[in-house]
Structures are given as structure tokens and as C-alpha cells.
């Protein structure tokens, strides 16, 4: 599941937005002693570290929390269903999407291209409410640039060889597309620094009560 309030349907997903303007960080909260960013969140890490297992958990606990449904290409897993973990699309709709300006960032990933549907971020960021993102490196250095007041959260696996066990466990991809996504892990690990705040996802409970409060209690920046 990676969206409690999932569009019925892509083209609304995807209705154009209005220019500039919306795209200034952020709102204030109100009644907050100072300025207090209405915080997008945005979740990156290696493939297979668990991202989706500790959004489940923090819906669990923060039932409001909010996550953008991405559009990609690749072929759904038997278990996703279109319009809930993402919209899934063919390129020719991703390039008219990136042409028309709809995506807030996007990114080819192990072969298939990946993008955040802009409108409903931005919409829900100009309503002063949280919104989470759960993307891969590239897509999160756009957002920064585009949102630079966003957090920005690493999560992060205990150890690589744990990263690899769960990636070879999860028996969904064929052994190429493991290679890749093992080498593209080994890239995304080294860019921890770029992030406001690591969570090491050792365990999924635990992790997803450190997001929670990272999300109520947002930590200052670590970047200048
Ligand atoms: P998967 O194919 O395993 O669902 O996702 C592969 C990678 O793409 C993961 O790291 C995931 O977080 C990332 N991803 C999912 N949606 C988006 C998106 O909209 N933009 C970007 N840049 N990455 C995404």
C-alpha cells in the first residue's frame, strides 16, 4: 500500500499545476511558536532495505500520514495493484508526463523510469499537511532542489550483507535485476550523508516509531 488517498484515477493524479508560485516552500503551521514548515518528508534508501514495510508500520501508528503514489513502468509484482502502489504506465506516458511538466522529479531505476505525480504533493503541501515520498537518490536530489525546507530521511540497512540477504530473499526479480539493484545500493549507501537524518531499519517497528517522531519533532538541518 503506498498511498491512503490514492487519485481513482491517473489523469486526475496528474492535473496540471499551477506554476512557480506553488512550488515555494512551504507553508506555516498554525498557532506554532515560529515559523514551523508544513514538512514533506521525503524516505530514500537502497532497494530491499524495507521502505514500504516501515510506511505500513507508521500508517499503523499515524493513520494521517499521506504518501505519493509514483508512476513507473515496470511491470506490477503479483501482489501490487494499479492506483495503490503506483500507477503503472508505459514510457510513452512518462515521457508526455516529464514533457508537461507533471512530474515533480523522476529517475530511471534498474531499467525503468519512476516519477512523482506533482499536483497532489504540492496540493497537499500548500494545505499545510504532511506529505511522504519514497523515492530513490536521483529523484530525492530534484526534490531538494525544488523543495529544500523538505526533510530528508535515510534509511538506511544494518549492514550491507543484511541488504543483500533481504534483496536475494525476496525472490521477486530475476538474478540480473538483483545485480543491479545491489550495485545501485552500494551508490545510494555512500550519499548518507546528503540526508538530514538516517534510520536504520534493524528492526521494522522500531524504525517506523523513529519516523513518527521524526515527522512530529523534524530534525534541524544537517546540510548547509
Ligand atoms: P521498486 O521497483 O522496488 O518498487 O522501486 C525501485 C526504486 O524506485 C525504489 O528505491 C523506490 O523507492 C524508487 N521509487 C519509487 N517510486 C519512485 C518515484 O516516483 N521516483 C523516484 N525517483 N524513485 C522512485
Do not use: C
Not at 515560529?34 to 514538512?39: D, S
Not at 499545510?128 to 530513490?136: D, T
Not at 540526508?195 to 513518527?212: H, I, K, Q, W, Y
Amino acid at each position: 500500500m503506498r498511498s491512503s488517498a490514492a487519485p481513482s484515477n491517473v489523469s486526475s493524479a496528474l492535473a496540471p499545476t499551477p506554476p512557480e508560485a506553488t512550488l515555494r516552500p512551504v507553508s506555516l503551521v498554525p498557532g506554532a511558536d515560529g515559523p514551523v514548515e508544513a514538512r514533506l518528508t521525503v524516505l530514500s534508501g537502497p532497494s530491499g532495505v524495507g521502505k514500504d514495510a516501515v510506511l505500513a508500520a507508521v500508517r499503523r501508528r499515524h493513520p494521517d500520514v499521506w504518501v505519493s503514489t509514483s508512476v513507473t513502468t515496470r511491470a506490477p509484482r503479483p501482489t501490487e495493484t494499479d492506483g495503490v502502489e503506483y500507477h503503472f504506465v508505459d514510457r510513452d506516458r512518462i515521457a508526455h508526463l516529464i514533457e508537461s511538466g507533471e512530474l515533480l522529479e523522476h529517475a530511471e531505476y534498474a531499467g525503468n523510469l519512476y516519477g512523482t505525480p506533482r499536483e497532489p504533493v504540492l496540493r497537499r503541501l500548500a494545505a499545510g499537511r504532511p506529505a511522504f515520498l519514497v523515492i530513490e537518490l536521483q529523484g530525492m536530489r530534484q526534490v531538494r532542489k525544488l523543495l529544500p525546507d523538505a526533510q530528508f530521511v535515510f534509511l538506511a540497512p544494518p549492514s550491507f550483507e543484511e541488504l543483500e540477504r533481504r534483496l536475494l530473499g525476496r525472490g521477486t526479480e530475476p538474478e540480473e535485476i538483483i545485480r543491479q539493484r545491489l550495485d545501485q545500493a552500494r551508490i545510494e549507501l555512500a550519499s548518507e550523508a546528503e540526508f538530514d537524518v538516517t534510520v536504520v531499519n534493524d528492526s521494522v517497528e522500531r524504525a517506523a516509531d523513529e519516523l513518527v517522531t521524526l515527522i512530529e519533532h523534524p530534525v534541524p538541518r544537517r546540510r548547509k
